[in-house]
């Protein structure tokens, strides 16, 4: 049996491509290593803020779609996004950083074991940041080297990923029986499930809410949550059980920074699989200058003059700045 690595990627939405570029690279030091379109709607922006490389279960990405109302929180939805700091020494630096810049977070608090930090951006998007001290299983990233968090503190990829459901015994048969999730333990509302080889960057957390009406998808909400997979022979192993269970998918999206499967297993909740590679670093754009142009995968290309007349710009120039590391 094929099994799930970890967290891939998260993409949410925003009101604003400008005001969440600026947040994630100023205030959480997250590298954008992608400026590109949405490949169904080349009006709207997809922005990928990750590690150093662009490294698979680093990224979060945005769309901003335009003239789409503010996200509803309720249940039935993708409710928050985790990320890893290296210790609890780094949730210490984490809380002056907040209120140097005003972001609006609680204390650190203790979640299965782990110190957390509760956070959300301008849009009230939903974050929690997850302390490594004592983590094992799958790997983080590298921090952004020349961002401006330093190193030793900085974000290093993606945490655990909150799911709020009405119906926690279908989401428990989804995650185990057909995803093939390890439940682990179970804390209040919340129960713990890992992939792989566990651990902060493969694990999804439900909380199960029977008070709330359904989530409305919007802006400072998420998307759909991606979760890794080595290569295309293991979407085609995927597509087949999917099938199996008569569970309804996208087929394979070539996404061209990597392959995809989507599939809604659950009501309102979008799961998609995604190739570790071939990456960000490509025949557009090196290490040195990642994200900085507009970058368009190879069917857009001879399209480039359309699409730069319908997408504003956006200066995401790096490369000529230097950024003092911030200590508080």
Known sequence: MKILKGIHHVTAITSSAEKIYEFFTYTLGLRLVKKTINQDDINTYHLFFADDKGSAGTDMT????????????????????????????????????????????TEIKTLFGKKVIYFNDFDDQRYILFSDENNTGIESGT????????NEFAITGLGPIFL?????????LMLSKILGMTKKETEGQ????????????ASVI??????????????????????RVEDRSELEYWQKKFAEFRAP?????????????????????????????????DDQEPYETLGEMLALPPRFRDRRDYVESVVRPINTKRSDKTFKKEYF
């Open 206 to 227: 439900v909380e199960k809410n029977l008070i709330l009406p359904n989530a409305v998808q919007g802006f400072g909400g998420v998307h759909h949550v991606a979760f």
């Open 143 to 150: 921090p952004w080297l020349n961002g401006p968090v330093p």
């Open 164 to 172: 709020t459901v009405s119906n926690f015994d279908t989401m428990d």
């Open 190 to 201: 919340f129960t713990l499930y890992e992939m792989g080889t566990g651990g902060n960057g």
């Open 249 to 281: 998918n996208s087929g394979l999206v070539d996404r061209f920074y990597f392959e995809s499967l989507y599939t809604r297993l659950y009501p309102n909740i979008l799961f998609e699989l995604a190739t570790e590679g071939p990456g960000f670093i």
């Open 62 to 105: 945005f769309f901003d779609f335009q003239g789409i109302s503010k996200a509803k929180f309720g249940t039935n939805e993708i409710s928050r996004t985790g990320f890893r700091v290296p210790n609890d020494k780094a949730l210490e630096y984490w809380l002056k950083r907040f209120n140097h810049y005003n972001v609006k977070h």
